[in-house]
């Protein structure tokens, strides 16, 4: 199970970097608070995370992804949270 969640984080990652030109580094800042989160977990594949950060990343990925891009069918977009919808309104 937890190599699903890997690829599932990775897989927005890839997504999310390519469509806004952010850094890996910059994404894992932002998403998981650890700018070396994707480095460490994708070089050492007994590297272990915690379910708070894949849901947290998650979160993350689900609040600022880009309007124009379709989120991957395969991976559950949790509802963008209710503080960032509404400050993407205003």
């Not at 998403?31 to 708070?52: E, L, M, N, T």
Request: aromatic share 12%; hydrophobic share 40%; glycine share 4%.
């Amino acid at each position: 199970m937890e190599q699903t969640l890997r690829d599932h984080l990775f897989a927005l990652r890839d997504v999310y970097c390519a469509h806004t030109g952010a850094s890996s580094t910059t994404v894992a800042q932002a998403a998981c608070g650890d700018w070396r989160f994707f480095d460490k977990v994708g070089d050492a594949p007994a590297a272990s995370f915690r379910i708070r950060t894949y849901d947290r990343a998650c979160q993350w990925f689900a609040d600022h992804w880009p309007d124009a891009v379709s989120w991957p069918n395969d991976i559950p977009r949790p509802l963008r949270d209710a503080v960032t919808a509404e400050a993407g309104a205003a």
